[in-house]
């Protein structure tokens, strides 16, 4: 199994990130990255904490990477914020 995963955080609600997580971590992954941008930076927190308390001492917030990045079409860009969020499980 790969010891790095990465979820999309998105419009779901914030319990399926959550499952995505704690699955892959199940499932054998060292690192679980939660990526998002614009609106959905809120559910990434909320699902990183969550996560955080639900395994307790096993997972820890390793790093935290916030950005901006460039979007749409030329001449109606737009600068979105973005955030990874790093969780690793210690053994």
Do not use: W
């Not at 499932?27 to 809120?42: E, Y």
């Not at 901006?68 to 001449?75: L, M, Q, R, Y």
């Amino acid at each position: 199994m790969a010891s790095e995963a990465a979820i999309l955080v998105g419009q779901k609600p914030v319990a399926n990130y959550v499952l995505a997580a704690v699955t892959q971590f199940s499932l054998g992954s060292k690192r679980v990255v939660l990526k998002a941008r614009g609106r959905a930076i809120s559910k990434a927190v909320d699902a990183a904490e969550v996560v955080k308390r639900f395994m307790g001492e096993k997972v820890d917030i390793a790093s935290v990477k916030i950005s901006s990045e460039k979007v749409g079409e030329p001449g109606k860009e737009r600068m979105v914020s973005s955030i990874e969020i790093v969780l690793e499980r210690k053994d």
